[in-house]
Structure formats: C-alpha cells, structure tokens
C-alpha cells in the first residue's frame, strides 16, 4: 500500500513536467455540481498510467464530502491475483463552488503543503445527467472515461472517443478497461 501511494506522489511530478501533446489548450466545462458528482465511477477506458499497471479489472473511483467538508476519493481495482487494491485520497476544488478542476492527492496528509503531490484533475466533457465524465489534465498525459455505471452502450463510447479526438487526444493510445 505504501508503494502504491508513492506512485500516486510521483503522478503529481510527473504532471508538473510534462509538455502538451496538442497544441491548443484543453478546456474544461463551463461548471461542475460538485453533490451530483459525488458517488461512484468506473473507468471505462484511460490513457495507461503506471500507477495503474497492477490493475486488471474493476476499476472504480468513489467521491464523498467528508464531515469537514472535504472531498475524499477512493479509487480501488482488482489485481491479478485476485486481491482489491485501494488508494484513498483527496481532492479540492481550484477556483469557485462550480470550478471544473480540481486537484488530487493520494500522499499522507503531511505532505499536503507539497505542491507537487497535488495532480491537476480537470472535467473535460460530461454528460448532463452526470452518468459519464471525461477527466484530463492540461498536458494531456492522463486521460480517463468514466460512468456511474460498468459498461457504457458502444454508441456513446464511439461518440465520446469522437470527441477525444477533436480535443487532440491520441485515440490509439486509449485502452479499455475490463469491468
């Protein structure tokens, strides 16, 4: 476990240093409910990341408002062997109650004041009733499709890797995740 949240540190350098992949600027949303965002999530399809290599299927991310107002994040997948593995994190939002970015770190909380363990999470492209979400970051090295649920009919995924490709996301990098 505690690799895993090392891994998560190493994200938020790793974003800081990486150059655009596209040369026009990723825009997010205009807004962001953040209650009706709160919830669980599956990964239907991601950019690789090496953070995430030990995941094989079951991806999930679970958003909550703690009692202190804070927003927790759970991601957790299943492992080859057979075993969940789970990195619990926060997230804040940057700017305003309905800003679109947020930026989220899975370190121990006394390296909060760290600004390279905090990685850019932007809301890109979502659906109006909130059932899938595209999240990236500026440089376009992450990239994630989400829903609230397992599966996404192929018609909205073929749209959504539509619209990927618009933003200057290199769709031959996408991979599928396994529910």
Known sequence: ???LVLKFCWLALLTLGSG???SAPLNTIASLDVPRYMGTWYEIAKYPAW???KCVSSTSAQYSVLET???QVVNRCKMANGEWNEAVGMARQI???TSPQLK???APEWLSFVPMVW????????DPQYQWVIVS???RQYMWILSRTPTLPRATYEQLLQQLGTLGFDLNKIETSAP
């Open 51 to 53: 953070f995430q290599r």
């Open 20 to 22: 655009a992949q596209a």
């Open 137 to 139: 970051e500026p440089s």
């Open 1 to 3: 476990m505690r690799g």
């Open 95 to 97: 700017g305003g109650a």
């Open 69 to 71: 107002g804070r927003l």
């Open 104 to 106: 989220v770190r899975f």
């Open 119 to 126: 990685g850019d999470y932007w809301v890109i492209a979502i």
